[in-house]
């Protein structure tokens, strides 16, 4: 036993022995990495791999649905967010007045200056050729009234402003009413050439997208610009071609500005025009020019009012507050925000009529829900259910078909003046006007919303055990102690639960407003479909829209935290 | 606690007891007889919307069939009844076999951002239905859907979406997952598994899912006021007209038939749901 070198000690022996194999699988395990699945990768990736093909097939099923969601509804409700701030349309009507307004200092007291009045000229007459002028109007009537016959009045005159320099020049020359005067004028002898093909074809084909000529957007800047537009509405709004189009009369407006200003303009163009525009460019000078101001004031005075500007200027930006601070009653001035006049502060009144109503629906369900709720979860459960069916039926049937019995119950003529009269409570010529006001909401939405009351309460009120309020009596507790004390503290989650549920169900309501409520019983909602269907002023409905879903939002995730959203119950 | 009195209970005792069910006799009143009071209503032999002296005697001359005739033969009627047959199935089709798709998938354990898909799915239900029908409008102008048959049938899919998901992943939480890895065992393809073992045990919560779906659409007002035109005028629109502008009593025996419709869809869903309860083993019997 002293000689330890020989070959009984078990690390010398060479053989297979159990201890040798776990040795050997534990050095292998070392050398190999971790444990490994039947296919021979490691079991910890494989474990991996199929979790991941789990969840790519659970989304995988949930995608369509999501995508049909996003379209159909998340883009809508994004899209009205959008136009409650969305305002180019006096960026896009009127570019050239907004860049030129931008140095305009509205606290001046006057009217801007002539290269102003110049800019909105061009603007004023391509919107009017494009129709875009009443539209403009009508935006800005919303924050000025009067602004909207000022725009209609004066994009009638456009024409004539235009006309009082094409008639010069074709007085010159008449070869400037001739449409062909103006292409070989102003195109480019490549889209000439298409435009000849695409004529001959008749295919039906588009027509080539007009192209300037090289060279005469340096010579003639305003005159290219106007005319490219004008070229561009013949092709795609009307479907012409510019060749056989006499042009606008605010191109031959143009053209004068840019001859006066560049009288060797004719150096750029040869052949016949060269000579038509050296003779126009001489006597350009002695042309009949009144001031665009002038000419403005002359179509209105109100073009003198500074405020008009001011609000042209306050609302350039693309996108504005202007509609959420109408929406609270403010307004946008250039002097920044102000209250609403006196006579116009309505929305604050109705959402705070809104608020009170829901909240006066709110309690009367809590009131009327509670003893049935308590009745029904202390019942048997046969009497219960059967009673259950007395509320689960009103909750089923059509809304409608519900606002339409309040409509007959509660008229003059309706059934409960009747019996009112005849038990003789009321005089036949003094019955009760229950219906268009306030009272005819209230006690029609209440009845509506009261199985949304009941129901959440019930679910609650199911889970208090009957031992406590026993174990607090036989404490010598009243009734009354027993049931305020140990019974109602365990049903508020149910109150609070039912109470939510209700209050945002109610704030958004439209149709039972809209038809018993009159004009004292209606809520927010009610003139959004207001401003969607009859006033048109959509950014206005799409503020409101958004400060509604804002609370409604908020409100629901109160009820996420207090109920859990996945607990909404259907009955 | 019962409802039944004890044996000794005090005379105040007694008292509020009846009391108390006086007050839940007359809110069970309020409920249910408004629905109730429109049903003889819609039998008047005169275009009044109270009770004849006529009918009060039961005399048979006061009652008649007359609304009910020209709810069956107006043609505005007609198309509007037409057009709910045509939209609501439809989307009621849409909104089953996407829902029914994705609530399987929501049940899979392990899905990434279960709480904001499950936000986006249910969100057409938070949202008030002025403002869905005010953003639906602004946007299906855009996109050249207004007006259209097809813009509707969107819409009220969306609606209806939220309650097929509600009801058919309610149903999924009680199926037992070892069902399907069984059939799979046993050589059934996901979509044989799917068909033969897990849709037959969760049809009673589709179907509920639907039967929700199809009367959001067809009781749907506001959105398809907004969204549709008048070639879509469904009943409940043409009911809201007739309400606002000329009431008519036809009114209430159209009002009639949507009862009886609400009475056999709520004895459906509640057939239904015992019967899932029965086959989960929730109940007895």
């Known amino acids: 036993m002293t000689d330890r070198t020989g070959t009984t000690g078990p690390d010398a022996f060479t053989g297979t022995t159990p201890d040798t194999a776990i040795r050997t699988a534990d050095a292998e395990e070392r050398a190999a990495g971790p444990m490994l699945a039947a296919d021979g990768r490691p079991l910890k990736r494989s474990l991996n791999r199929a979790l991941r093909a789990q969840k790519l097939r659970a989304l995988a099923l949930i995608a369509p649905l999501l995508i049909f969601i996003l379209v159909t509804f998340i883009a809508p409700i994004a899209d009205m967010l959008f136009r409650s701030v969305e305002n180019d349309i006096v960026s896009e009507t009127l570019p050239r007045t907004t860049t030129a307004l931008q140095d305009w200092d509205h606290t001046s007291g006057e009217a801007p200056n002539e290269d102003v009045f110049r800019a909105f000229y061009y603007d004023m007459a391509l919107a009017a050729q494009r129709k875009l002028h009443t539209r403009l109007g009508t935006r800005l009537n919303y924050e000025v009234t009067g602004i909207s016959s000022l725009f209609r009045r004066t994009g009638r005159d456009m024409d004539n402003m235009g006309e009082v320099y094409m008639d010069q020049f074709v007085d010159l020359d008449p070869a400037w009413e001739e449409p062909a005067t103006w292409v070989a004028l102003m195109a480019s002898p490549d889209w000439i050439a298409d435009q000849a093909d695409w004529q001959a074809a008749d295919s039906g084909a588009a027509e080539p997208a007009f192209a300037l000529r090289d060279g005469v957007g340096a010579a003639l800047p305003r005159t290219a610009e106007i005319y490219q537009d004008f070229a561009r509405f013949i092709q795609v709004e009307d479907g012409d071609s510019p060749i056989g189009e006499e042009p606008w009369p605010v191109v031959y407006t143009a053209l004068y500005e840019d001859l006066v200003a560049n009288p060797s303009a004719a150096g750029s163009f040869d052949g016949e025009v060269s000579g038509l525009v050296a003779a126009a460019a001489e006597a350009v000078q002695g042309f009949e020019a009144p001031t665009m101001k002038a000419a403005f004031l002359d179509s209105d005075e109100d073009w003198a009012d500074p405020e008009v500007w001011a609000t042209i200027q306050a609302f350039s930006p693309e996108y504005t507050p202007g509609y959420f601070l109408t929406a609270v009653d403010l307004k946008k001035t250039p002097d920044g925000v102000a209250a609403q006049p006196e006579d116009q502060q309505i929305y604050i009144l109705l959402f705070k009529r809104t608020l009170f109503l829901s909240l006066t629906i709110m309690f009367s369900c809590i009131l009327l829900g509670y003893p049935i709720a308590y009745l029904l979860s202390n019942l048997p459960l046969r009497t219960s259910n059967l009673l259950m069916i007395l509320v689960l039926l009103p909750f089923w049937t059509s809304l409608l078909v519900r606002t339409s019995a309040w409509k007959v119950l509660l008229q003059q003529q309706g059934v409960i003046n009747d019996i009112l009269v005849w038990l003789g409570i009321v005089a036949d010529g003094n019955r009760l006007v229950m219906i268009n006001n306030q009272f005819g909401t209230i006690v029609a939405m209440t009845h509506i919303l009261l199985p949304f009351m009941i129901l959440p309460l019930y679910s609650v009120l199911k889970t208090i055990p009957p031992s406590y309020v026993r174990a607090a009596k036989s404490l010598g507790a009243t009734n009354w102690t027993a049931f305020w004390r140990v019974y109602f503290p365990q049903s508020v989650p149910g109150i609070g639960a039912g109470s939510i549920l209700v209050f945002i169900l109610s704030i958004g309501y439209y149709i039972t407003p809209e038809l018993v409520g009159g004009t004292t019983g209606t809520f927010i909602s009610n003139r959004i479909a207001y401003h969607i269907s009859s006033s048109l002023n959509w950014g206005l409905a799409a503020a409101l829209g958004s400060i509604l879903l804002a609370v409604v939002l908020i409100l629901y995730w109160v009820y996420d935290k207090i109920v859990g959203i996945d607990n909404v119950s259907l009955g | ?285």
């Open chain 2, 1 to 285: 606690m019962s409802m039944e009195l004890p044996p000794y209970a005090t005379v105040g005792q007694r008292i509020w007891h009846y009391t108390f069910l006086v007050i839940c006799g007359l809110v069970l009143f309020f409920l249910i007889a408004p629905i109730l009071v429109i049903i003889p209503l819609s039998f008047n032999a005169e275009n009044f919307f109270t009770f004849t002296p006529g009918m009060l005697a039961f005399d048979p001359e006061a009652y008649s069939l007359k609304h009910y005739r020209d709810f069956f033969t107006n043609a505005n009627w007609q198309q509007a009844l037409r057009n709910s047959v045509q939209i609501a199935p439809v989307a009621t089709l849409l909104s089953v076999s996407l829902g029914t798709l994705a609530a399987i998938g929501l049940s899979a354990p392990h899905v990434p951002f279960r709480r904001a898909i499950m936000a986006i799915l249910i969100s057409p239900m938070i949202v008030p239905l002025i403002i869905s029908a005010a953003g639906m409008y602004f946007f299906y102008s855009r996109i050249g859907l207004q007006g259209t048959y097809i813009g509707v049938v969107l819409a009220h899919a969306a609606l209806g979406i939220p309650f097929v998901i509600i009801t058919v992943t309610a149903t999924l939480v009680g199926f037992d997952r070892s069902l399907t890895r069984a059939a799979a065992n046993l050589g059934a393809g996901p979509v044989r598994t799917f068909f033969r073992v897990q849709m037959p045990l969760i049809l009673p919560g589709v179907i509920s899912g639907g039967l929700f779906a199809f009367i959001t659409s067809f009781d749907e007002v506001v959105v398809v006021l907004f969204v549709g035109s008048a070639g879509q005028k469904t009943l409940p629109w043409q009911m809201f007209t007739g309400l606002r502008e000329q009431i008519s009593p036809t009114i209430l025996a159209v009002a009639t038939i949507l009862v009886v419709i609400s009475i056999a869809l709520l004895t459906t869903v509640e057939v239904l749901r015992r019967r899932s309860e029965r086959l989960r083993g929730m109940s007895p019997g």
